[in-house]
């Protein structure tokens, strides 16, 4: 299990600098991916099959495929990546990194600081999530409801293309003014 | 010698980091919403180890909570960049920075 855990990390963390790193859009959405299938298998190891499976079938499923669906209909010539590749010089990756290594820096310290927890590994079953979502957070789980209500108005809202006749008798826009 | 809590927290605190780096790096709009997944991901996993290590299922919950909320996030944010490349031409957030309408 240890050796499956490092593995899967390794490839995890691998795979998310090559999606930081890269040019094409879409090799970086297929090495994201890959991140979140390792991530799903730290998750299942950690003792949450439910949760890997919904992070195999709802994040690497549909909201990366919906990724790249958007990918292939704006298909994005060659300028995006020259502009990307103007702009990805190491002079760029300076700031952001210090930055992020430094947090990083001060993660470590104050992990290494308390003494070793060994996680409990408990397989937690399916039934379990279930029971707590319908009882204890029941109120979370309309409120849940209510944001992917407003999030697909949203969607349809933002995604229709501009209307060419604005009223029955201004055929046009122009015409209001 | 079983995974401490330390090995768990350290994978999603580097996860985060990276996705908060690219967040910052980019400029192209579909990698930034790409690193903002990932940061929420490994915002996510730090919920399942938190979960692990006490033996509860509130961290799995949260976990729900989290991934109700990237899925919308993303259906807007795809949302917005098709109107955005449709305006500019272009997903440089770069050549989005004026206002007029």
């Known amino acids: ?177 | 010698m079983s995974i401490g809590i330390e090995q768990g927290m350290l994978l999603a605190a580097i996860l985060f980091l990276t996705g908060l780096t690219g967040l910052l790096v980019r400029r192209d709009v579909i990698f930034m919403l790409m690193s903002v997944e990932i940061m929420l991901n490994a915002a996510g996993l730090a919920f399942i180890i938190a979960g692990s290590r006490w033996g509860q299922a509130d961290g799995q919950v949260m976990f729900l909570f989290i991934l109700t909320m990237a899925a919308t996030e993303v259906s807007v944010g795809l949302a917005l960049i098709i109107q955005l490349f449709m305006k500019f031409k272009s997903v440089d957030t770069n050549k989005a920075n004026t206002m007029n309408g």
């Open chain 1, 1 to 177: 299990m240890n050796t499956l855990f490092y593995i899967s990390s390794a490839i995890a963390v691998f795979a998310t600098l090559k999606v930081i790193t890269n040019k094409v859009a879409i090799h970086a959405l297929l090495y994201l991916i890959a991140s979140l299938l390792s991530v799903a298998v730290v998750l299942f190891i950690l003792g949450a099959p439910f949760i890997a499976a919904l992070e195999v079938i709802i994040y690497a499923g549909a909201i990366m495929v919906l990724f790249v669906f958007v990918v292939m209909m704006l298909n994005l010539g060659k300028e995006t990546i020259l502009d990307e590749s103007n702009m990805l010089t190491k002079k760029m990756f300076m700031g952001p990194s210090v930055i992020s290594l430094l947090l990083l820096a001060e993660i470590v310290y104050l992990l290494i600081q308390q003494s070793i927890v060994p996680l409990t590994m408990k397989m937690i079953a399916p039934a379990e999530v279930g029971q707590l979502l319908f009882t204890k957070y029941l109120l979370v789980v309309e409120l849940g409801a209510f944001l992917l209500m407003s999030g697909i108005v949203g969607a349809y809202h933002l995604g229709e293309k501009e209307k060419l006749v604005h009223h029955r008798f201004l055929k046009t826009g122009k015409d209001i003014a």
